[in-house]
């Protein structure tokens, strides 16, 4: 996987998706923050007694747990990255589109992050710490282990070649 990470400038570099197997760590991390959003609405309707316990307790928490399961699955369709001779590029989103370009001259430093989760689907989060106070790190989740490493590497070689310069 190490040649098929950088693109070189003279192609025309096209965005990379997640790999596959990071739909499921996305969808279980985001179907746990819609099971935490579903307990206060169970709390709100068991007070306001909206309709009987039996109904409420099972169902908020499965349809919340779906949603953000769904979420997660459309989050991870719809996130790209892509390195090349300038730098890297992440983007996300299709309602709120956010398309983040770190030049490698303003890389500070790097880290890899591997939670429990992350490490069960051999992932990692690529932390790229940039210069200036606004947004100073991008974080990019779900990436496969070994173009984390392969990004950091050569992120980490293009500070240098700018350093030497």
């Avoid at 099971?35 to 709100?44: A, C, D, H, S």
């Avoid at 399961?69 to 996300?92: C, E, N, P, Q, V």
């Avoid at 100073?136 to 990436?143: E, I, P, R």
């Amino acid at each position: 996987m190490t040649d098929a990470v950088v693109q070189s400038s003279d192609t025309p570099s096209s965005w990379r998706p997640l790999p596959p197997r990071a739909k499921t760590f996305f969808a279980l991390s985001h179907g746990a923050m819609g099971l935490v959003f579903g307990i206060p609405l169970v709390v709100l309707s068991l007070v306001f007694h909206v309709a009987p316990a039996w109904v409420v307790v099972p169902l908020i928490p499965f349809v919340t747990a779906s949603v953000g399961a769904m979420i997660g699955i459309k989050r991870h369709r719809s996130t790209g990255w892509r390195l090349d001779d300038d730098g890297f590029a992440y983007r996300r989103g299709r309602m709120w589109f956010t398309e983040t370009r770190v030049p490698a001259s303003r890389v500070q430093h790097l880290d890899l992050r591997h939670g429990p989760l992350e490490r069960r689907w051999k992932l990692a989060t690529l932390v790229i710490h940039t210069a200036g106070s606004k947004m100073s790190a991008v974080s990019v989740t779900g990436l496969d282990a070994e173009d984390a490493e392969t990004l950091r590497d050569r992120l980490a070689r293009q500070i240098e070649v700018d350093d030497a310069l």
